[in-house]
């Protein structure tokens, strides 16, 4: 999966236009599993940074309840 400047949205509004393209049968045949791996990689990234987000969140909570004394 092509990752480099992908951003969380950027891979999502891709990812609607892939879920839009199979539900209204704009995708043939030929093209379908090529989408649907696309799409595959693009939820994979997208769990990866939300993931990495909440983590980075977190810990800054912390530290914001835990200043360094």
Not at 9 to 18: G, R, T
Not at 34 to 55: G, M, N, Y
Request: with cysteine; aromatic share 4%.
């Amino acid at each position: 999966m092509e990752k480099t400047n992908l951003t969380y949205e950027s891979a999502y509004k891709e990812l609607a236009e892939i879920a839009q393209e199979i539900e209204t049968e704009a995708v043939s045949v030929d093209v379908l599993a090529e989408k649907v791996k696309r799409a595959s990689d693009l939820i994979e990234f997208c769990q990866t940074k939300l993931r990495a987000t909440e983590t980075e969140v977190n810990k800054i909570i912390k530290q914001m309840e835990n200043p360094p004394a």
